[in-house]
């Protein structure tokens, strides 16, 4: 059996598909989500179809060994992971914007400790060092997740500089075409990219970024069978670029925050034009603005709500994180108390009026207080707590006092040669315009295509945007699994957990595949209807269906982009989202998938 894990650059968790969250290794106990256990499977009376094939269910103790281990060396199971960046790390390796750090507790995202090497007979190679701080910054958690691969045995099997183009299942033999080109950068070091197979076709390809002139480099198209595909491109991959008229006549440096790279240049002493305020603005913003000589104006839309920081944030410092790292049960105590915290914030936001009523008193003072008064008028949103994303202030508020930093509500109207025409006629120059705005979120964008001439993206647009059952598997796409699929980004909270939480239920749907006691798993259209009527309908109940957001298709549209929690039992007592996904996500529920055809109790295609 063999299987492809699609990264893509988007990323966020590469570590965790093989670093389970719980080990017990040496009686060291490492622990970061005390939640994530698998219970055996048991067969419901909706489910017999299961049982006419050669699957013995068997419960697995999985905190005794990594998922590189039970992959490749209990199941025999060779994996290639393709991603089309030149490193690992994901979004943790292509964000590169100055400032650029998570909002979210980092030991909710990974732990700050790790296992050894689960590769037999091979010395341990070093481990992670420990966190900083409770909220690093990008390059801290770069190296991270570069160090976990090595450490883990990851490297051999990752496919750098590999983008993918198609994935297409063939129904007669069971597997799925997966196309990929090699898009090693101009000038790169051989020895430092992957080989390149002598019979594949060369191609033209243009990269982005590259200077005008240079010749495209020379791209080798290869195809590979696998049996199984899984998705991990994440969901913050595709930068959204404003439409703006008059882009491509700027004759300074233009540059999205999600393509920062080298290209940009010392930022001293120009003149910087900030488009967007949201979270990657807010974090840009206050570490460029110490720039000396910079001038920044700030183009913003709408105000936003922006969260006084966490105490917790500073009192975490590399001294903590140290204890932290070598004391694991302490891991999986501060781990478990962040976890309650943000259950019990999802559920003063989302769930009780007066609560969300109360912050939002306290976070209006905040932002009256922290800002200069010339800008209260504009800095106070017109919409509830919680419609729109949450902005935790890491020093934005502050760096409004700055005499080199102003704010523009004017609107844009177009760009020019030498800067941006406000709606108002003003024409304000600049040296660089940066884009803070955002990414697409209610896009896939890769060619898969199933069992019927939809792909993925046909399938969302059928469906009047994106869709999936417990936004893992998509009807018409046998053995494709998703990670950060739709409806699948907590409200508040980690979105680490809800991957991790996903990890377990795909790998509990890939055991008989692995066993090769199926042929085919693929989720039923009836099951995915359901539940997303029953989602859809709890959302719609709720604050993020009450004004225009990137939660939602078109900004507009049915939120796709949330879960929220929701479920029986939970939701009698009030679950938070990350503990009703993972209510939903404990264990398949078989009868949801399509029985394979009954005439074969073996695969042997």
């Known amino acids: 059996m063999v299987m492809v894990i699609l990264t ?42 299961f049982e006419g094939y050669d699957y013995h269910p068997q419960h697995f103790d999985y905190r005794r060994r990594s998922w590189w281990y039970l992959l490749c060396h209990r199941a025999e199971t060779s994996f290639r992971i393709y991603e089309q960046s030149a490193d690992i790390g994901g979004t943790w390796n292509t964000n590169t914007y100055p400032g650029c750090a998570p909002d979210t507790p980092i030991y909710l ?3 700050g400790s790790s296992s050894s090497s689960p590769t037999p007979n091979s010395p341990p190679p070093p481990k992670p ?35 993918v183009t198609a994935v297409v299942w063939d129904p007669v033999h069971c597997v799925y075409h997966v196309e990929t080109l090699d898009v090693t950068p101009p000038g790169a070091n051989p020895a430092q990219c992957p080989p390149v197979p002598v019979e594949a076709s060369q191609l033209c390809y ?6 005008p ?69 807010a974090q840009l913003i206050p570490t460029i603005a110490e720039e000396p000589g910079v001038q920044i104006v700030q183009f913003c839309r709408s105000p936003n709500w922006i969260a006084p920081p966490k105490l917790i944030s500073r009192w975490c410092s590399s001294v903590m994180g140290w204890i932290l790292y070598h004391v694991p049960l302490l891991v999986a105590i501060y781990w478990f108390y962040l976890y309650l915290e943000s259950e019990f914030m999802y559920l003063l936001l989302f769930k009780n009026r007066l609560a969300r009523n109360v912050l939002k008193y306290v976070i209006t003072n905040y932002i009256l207080q922290t800002t200069p008064q010339k800008y209260h008028d504009k800095m106070i949103p017109n919409h509830d707590l919680g419609c729109k994303p949450i902005i935790t202030d890491a020093g934005y508020l502050n760096a409004l006092n700055r005499a080199n930093l102003e704010l523009n509500w004017d609107g844009i109207t177009r760009i020019g040669e030498h800067g941006i025409i406000s709606k108002t006629g003003e024409k304000l120059p600049f040296d660089v315009i940066v884009l803070a705005t955002g990414f697409i979120t209610d896009a896939y964008p890769l060619y898969v295509r199933g069992t019927s001439t939809l792909t993925v993206q046909g399938y969302f647009k059928s469906q009047r945007g994106p869709k999936a059952y417990l936004g893992t598997t998509i009807p018409g796409f046998p053995n494709f699994f998703m990670l950060f699929g739709p409806n699948t980004a907590p409200g508040y909270g980690s979105m680490g957990f809800m991957e991790d939480t996903q990890i377990n239920y795909i790998m509990q749907l890939l055991k008989p595949l692995i066993r090769r006691t199926v042929i085919s798993l693929e989720v039923t259209a009836q099951a995915t209807d359901e539940y997303n009527h029953k989602l859809q309908h709890h959302i719609s109940q709720s604050v993020f269906a009450r004004a225009p957001s990137t939660y939602r298709v078109g900004n507009t549209g049915r939120v ?23 209510w939903l996500l404990r264990r398949p529920k078989w009868g949801h998938y399509k029985p394979p055809d009954r005439t074969e109790k073996r695969i042997t295609c």
């Open 8 to 49: 893509h650059e988007g990323s966020l968790l590469l570590e965790n598909w093989f670093y389970h969250p719980v080990h017990l290794n040496h009686s060291r106990i490492l622990s970061r989500t005390p939640l994530s256990f698998f219970s055996p499977i048991t067969l419901h009376k909706d489910e017999r179809w």
């Open 109 to 111: 995202l990974a732990s």
């Open 129 to 163: 060092k420990p966190w900083s701080s409770s909220h690093p910054t990008q390059p801290e958690i770069h190296a991270h997740w570069r160090a976990a691969a090595e450490q883990h045995g990851l490297t051999p099997n990752i496919s750098l500089n590999r983008r």
């Open 206 to 211: 243009h990269i982005s970024g590259a200077a």
């Open 213 to 281: 002139g240079d010749a495209p480099p020379p791209i080798s198209k290869r195809k590979t069978t696998w049996h199984i595909v899984i998705s991990a491109i994440g969901g913050l991959q595709v930068p959204n670029f404003p439409d703006i008229d008059g882009m491509e006549n700027f004759s300074g440096r233009v540059v999205h925050t999600a393509l920062w790279g080298d290209g940009v240049g010392d930022l001293r002493g120009k003149r910087i034009a900030v488009v967007g305020n949201g979270l990657t603005a």
């Open 560 to 582: 796709s982009f949330l879960f929220h929690g929701m479920f029986i039992p939970a939701r009698r007592l009030g679950s938070g989202s990350m503990t009703s996904f993972w």
